[in-house]
């Protein structure tokens, strides 16, 4: 179902505060929609259109990676980038008591626990990316560098795609 009001998420006041330029779009959400349906529900290029993943290593130590709607994660690529093991997606119940947002709706930005986010490399060459808002059916539009503007520090850009 698609929102009548934006609410104010943790996701955009953390935009907010870093006085980052952006727009909120909604859409109809639908569960196992992905970021194929909010793509197609908003006619957004699908490439630009970002998945929030909440994974995990081996220690259990929660992280982010930022993924191209129409791409997948290696997370061998990923292990390697982070010099573990191995990583893995976490379960949806797991991913909300990290981020503190519902799966479909979760944003890099704003999250409970302050985690490293791993950025697909390419994602920075896009000139605007659309990415979840903190809430299910409720994307931004923004500049794919104040990604590092709005985390600073807990930015790793890596190629992790496959």
Known sequence: MKPKTIPATNALRALDAAKVKYEAKCYDFEPHGGTELAAKCLGLDHHATIKTIILEDETKKPFVCLMHGDKEISTKNLARARGSKTVTTCTPETADRHSGYHVGGTSP????KRMTVYVE????????IYINAGHRGILVVMDPHDIVKVLGDLVVSVNVAI
């Open 109 to 112: 930005f704003g999250t409970r």
């Open 121 to 128: 490399k390419t994602i920075f060459d896009l000139k605007e």
